[in-house]
């Protein structure tokens, strides 16, 4: 079982909604980051989070919007997106910020936008 | 940045079979180089991984090579087993915040 729980598995909205995914980890990890992962494509780095503040953004648009409530929390805001933005949406940790070292992956949240 | 390359992108072997997966990476700064396995429907999780003051680590059935000079690095799976049919991720980087996945390996194993 993975260590790192990631919230709703599936989510299927339209493009002028509001909604959000959640991460949490309990290994007391002080490094968070999303990735954003097509079909049969590597995982692409979206967003890094050291020691709850955004260190890392990667030129993700900004219907993209993360939070980092606390040290055990990640959440990703998505407002007005586009169908493709479609995809499975990974949240990961690590013990360090910068590590490097192992990153832990949660199962993802597979996003439709219709 | 670092732009690491991965082959083959599919893989088939038969159970018992070795499999060896192989990557290339740009960035000389880079020194940590792990393997993930994605199962489907699940996210990434390490198998294995190697740092570059080491030129080959090896886990039971797994083992990886790391070439600092050439800038290549490779995955060997021995006595493979059905439960090994996954897509596999090489990545290099210098700290998490800049590390590249390879573009994946299809590995299926036939019982």
């Known amino acids: 079982d993975t260590e790192v729980t990631q919230t709703p598995k599936h989510l299927v909205m339209g493009m002028t909604n509001k909604k959000s995914l959640k991460c949490e980890q309990h290994?007391?990890?002080?490094?968070m980051y999303w990735y954003k992962q097509k079909a049969k494509k590597p995982p692409e780095l979206m967003f890094v989070?050291?020691?709850?503040?955004?260190?890392i953004n990667e030129s993700v648009p900004s219907r993209f919007s993360p939070e980092c409530p606390n040290s055990s929390l990640l959440n990703l805001h998505l407002h007005a997106l586009q169908p493709e933005d479609s995809a499975l949406y990974l949240c990961?940790?690590?013990?360090?910020?910068?590590?490097?070292?192992?990153?832990?992956f949660g199962e993802g949240s597979r996003l439709t936008v219709l | 940045g670092e732009n690491v390359e991965q082959h083959p992108s599919t893989l088939s072997v038969q159970e018992g079979d070795s499999a060896v997966i192989k990557c290339t990476y740009s960035d000389s700064a880079s020194n940590y180089f792990p393997w993930y396995k994605q199962e489907l429907g699940k996210g990434p999780q390490l198998i294995i991984d190697?740092?570059?003051?080491?030129g080959e680590k090896k886990d039971q059935r797994i083992a990886v090579t790391l070439n600092k000079t050439a800038k290549h690095f490779s995955l060997h799976i021995t006595e493979t087993q059905p439960e090994d049919s996954a897509v596999y991720f090489c990545a290099a980087c210098y700290n998490n915040n800049d590390m590249r996945f390879g573009a994946g390996t299809r590995l299926t194993v036939k019982p």
């Open positions: 290994m007391g990890h002080r490094a």
């Open positions: 990961a940790s690590s013990q360090e910020p910068g590590g490097p070292g192992e990153l832990f």
């Open positions: 989070y050291s020691y709850e503040k955004l260190s």
């Open positions: 190697i740092r570059s003051n080491v």
